[in-house]
């Protein structure tokens, strides 16, 4: 029986390298559906992909993940569809409007964390957010809580007696405990609304993990290391695309110091991947699954403990489950023509 596979974000970058390789991996045996919120440069995906596999079955799906109605209309269509899922890769992501501290860099570069630095980035990155049209943060809604509602609407998908299914974060290693905090989940007033956003997923897929287990849903989390993509290149927008592979021997050089500069999106989607051929039963609920490149250019997937605890996770599930109830009550009053009131109180 083929497997269905759904990827958010699957028209570039990591994404849209993450289909390929499955696609590589399994043309015929796959039903491939690319969740995408501009559908030109999903159907582009998709004819690049079909390009190389002229058998495969890849369908489109429009959604936009900052909005909580257009994911909610996708998850329907998603039903009408398909009457399981085996694999949901949550992988769209944003960090809008990128601020590179120079100065912290440059003494970054001279001391010893500059290894640090370079994986995390931590110090040197921080973003200014804005308000989605439902008055939500923009970031922790398009990275995290629009996967969410996604997740919780897919759920009769998901949940099959006696059969296993997969979810698929893909996180940072810029994911920080310190950006986090369970009194701003939304990071209203931070600075870091990506960092908190990435360290969200790693707690949240814990928690899904905790609930849902017992019901053949395993949660799993990726960070696919320093990969050039668009999402790369908006953090030094004046830079021209092409001074960025002026640098890439640079890259090279520093990719012995650090195996977490992968490159390209090819590396970059080595552990969501990997994760995709493995038991999910086997996999570590507490393990982030990191991309890697060696020096020689070997990819590989290592496992590394992640800074979070089921206290914490649980938490966070609770607050995301009274969000989306909040989000409900003010969307059917919106829908009813009653006054609606701006999520932003929440
Ligand atoms: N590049 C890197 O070094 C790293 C990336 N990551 C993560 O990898 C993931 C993929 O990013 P990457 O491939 O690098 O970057 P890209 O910008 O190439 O890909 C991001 C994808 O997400 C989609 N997307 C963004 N916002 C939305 C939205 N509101 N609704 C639906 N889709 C959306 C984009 O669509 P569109 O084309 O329409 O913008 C695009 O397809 C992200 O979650 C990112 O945080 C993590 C660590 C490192
Ligand atoms: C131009 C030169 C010589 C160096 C580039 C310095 C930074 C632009 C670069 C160093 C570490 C990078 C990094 C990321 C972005 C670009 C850097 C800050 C990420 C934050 C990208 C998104 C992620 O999720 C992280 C895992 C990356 C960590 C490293």
């Keep these: 029986m083929s497997k269905v596979v759904l990827v958010t974000g699957a028209n570039s970058g990591i994404g849209l390298a993450l ?46 993940t900052s909005s909580i109605s257009s994911v909610i209309a996708a998850a329907q269509e998603v039903k009408l569809r398909y009457n399981r899922l085996d694999c949901l890769y949550l992988n769209a992501g944003i960090m809008p409007n990128p601020q590179f501290d120079i100065r912290a860099f440059f003494r970054g570069l001279f001391s010893s964390r500059v290894v640090s630095m370079f994986a995390t980035a931590e110090g040197i990155l921080t973003q200014k957010d804005g308000l989605t049209a439902d008055g939500l943060q923009e970031v922790f809604t398009t990275n995290l809580f629009g996967h969410f509602v996604l997740v919780r609407e897919l759920e009769p998908l998901l949940c099959h007696a006696g059969l296993t299914s997969q979810l698929i974060w893909t996180s940072s290693s810029n994911a920080h405990r310190s950006a986090f905090s369970m009194g701003d989940i939304q990071h209203r007033r931070g ?127 609770e607050k995301l489950l009274q969000l989306e109830t909040e989000v409900d009550r003010v969307c059917s009053s919106a829908a009813d023509g009653r006054t609606a009131y701006s999520t932003t109180c929440l």
């Design 191 to 317: 600075t870091q609304p990506y960092s908190s956003s990435k360290y969200a997923s790693d707690l949240l897929s814990l928690a899904l993990n905790t609930h849902y287990n017992k019901r053949g849903l395993y949660s799993s989390v990726i960070c696919p290391g320093f990969v050039m993509t668009s999402l790369t290149y908006g953090i030094l927008p004046s830079f021209p695309t092409f001074l960025w592979t002026l640098f890439m021997p640079i890259f090279w050089l520093i990719r012995i110091l650090t195996n977490t500069f992968t490159l390209t999106p090819y590396n970059g989607a080595e552990a969501l991947f990997w994760l995709f051929k493995q038991k999910p039963e086997s996999l570590d609920p507490q393990a982030k699954y990191h991309s890697l490149t060696s020096g020689l250019g070997r990819n590989y997937t290592q496992a590394r403990r992640m800074d979070v605890d089921l206290h914490t996770s649980q938490d966070l599930f």
């Design 19 to 64: 289909c390929e390789r499955l696609l590589s991996h399994d043309a015929e045996g796959l039903q491939l559906c690319l969740a995408c919120r501009n559908m030109q440069r999903a159907q582009a995906a998709r004819s690049a992909l079909l390009a190389s596999h002229p058998r495969a079955q890849v369908a489109l799906l429009q959604m936009d």
